[in-house]
Each structure stands twice: as C-alpha cells, then as structure tokens.
C-alpha cells in the first residue's frame, strides 16, 4: 500500500488565503520563502536557536524553521510582511526605526514579530523567568529591562543592537493601547474594563 508523502494545504497568511501541495516534511518557514516569495521572515540558523524565523501563529510566537507548514493549516499566520496596517508601521516598527533597533536588518522581521507576540504575552499577565511576583491578581509585571532581555532573549542579533532593540520593545509596549488587547493563546480581541 503506497503510502503519501505530500498534501494540498491552504495556509492563511496575513489575512490571505494561499493553497499550494507541499511535501510532508516542508517546514512553514520553507513554505513562505520558497514557495508563496514571502521572503520577510528569514532563515538562520535553520535549528530554532535564533529567532530570525519567528512569525505568529494564532498570535503567539513561533519559530517558522521548526513548524512544519502542514500542521499550520487552518491556523492564522502572521508574517512581518502582514504586521503594518497599510502604509502605517505596527508601533513595534515604527519603535525599531525611530530608535534604530536594528543594524543589518537580517534578524529585525523576526524581532519585530516575536516583540509583537511578548508584548501581548506580557499584556496577558504571563509571567517570563525573570518575573519575581508570579500571582494572576497581581497582574502583568513591571516591564523592566531585565524582563524584556528575559523574554526576547530567543531572538538573536550578531550585530548587537540588543540596547536599542530593548528601547524600541518598551516604547512600544508603552504605546500599546490599554483599551484592546488581543489575548495571546486565542487570538481573540479582549476589551479591558
């Protein structure tokens, strides 16, 4: 009995639907370069240890290179290509331009994106392992330096430009409107009261 090794799969990426056969072992990161020209998120190390890959699925950070693009079907991913809202920068980019948290670029779509996810994360009250007070009714934690490196620290930069990288993530977790929040693990919108 011959037995299958590729699939015809329909991935919703930054609000797009894109159907393509994809062999069974094709990670989601091969997927979007190679296959469908997203060329935003970027390979490096090709392991899961850099970050330089990181998209959100459903919302939630994840590391394209070790996603297998098969088992993201049906979910919703978001590439640095789809985070602007038309010509206006997400505030994570525009904090990364302003305070020049970037050099070369290469590793910067997959901060920005994880940076979008930990913001949320922390928003949610989720506490990272540098979080001193890990009590729900207390709330997010102070988003100090100290947990901001904890909580990016996936996210490698060889040129580092982690100061700024750190600036430009707490400016714009500063300008994240306290208002709407989208919850992390569900993707759905909350309004705070």
């Not at 699925?57 to 693009?69: K, M, T």
């Not at 920068?89 to 970037?102: I, K």
């Not at 928003?123 to 330096?145: F, I, K, Q, R, Y």
């Not at 569900?186 to 009261?193: I, N, P, Q």
Request: aromatic share 4%.
């Amino acid at each position: 009995m011959a037995s299958s090794t590729s699939s015809v799969i329909t991935l919703r990426i930054n609000g797009e639907k894109y159907t393509l056969p994809v062999d069974h072992r094709t990670t989601l990161l091969d997927a979007l370069r190679e296959r469908l020209d997203l060329t935003g998120t970027k390979k490096g190390c090709d392991q899961g240890q850099c970050g330089a890959c990181t998209v959100l699925l459903d919302g939630r950070r994840s590391v394209a290179c070790l996603q297998l693009a098969v088992a993201a079907e049906g979910r919703e991913i978001t590439t640095i290509e789809g985070v602007a809202d038309g010509d206006r920068l997400h505030p994570v980019q525009q904090a990364f331009l302003d305070l020049d948290g970037f050099q070369c670029g290469y590793c910067t779509p997959g901060q920005i994106c994880s940076a979008i996810g930990m913001i949320e994360e922390h928003a949610a009250g989720w506490p990272s392992a540098v979080t001193e007070d890990v009590h729900p009714e207390a709330g997010p934690p102070p988003l100090t330096t100290r947990e901001i490196r904890e909580r990016m620290s996936g996210n490698l930069c060889r040129c580092a430009a982690y100061v700024a990288i750190v600036d430009a993530v707490a400016r714009a977790a500063e300008a994240r409107p306290d208002e709407e929040r989208v919850h992390p693990a569900t993707g759905a919108e909350e309004v705070v009261a």
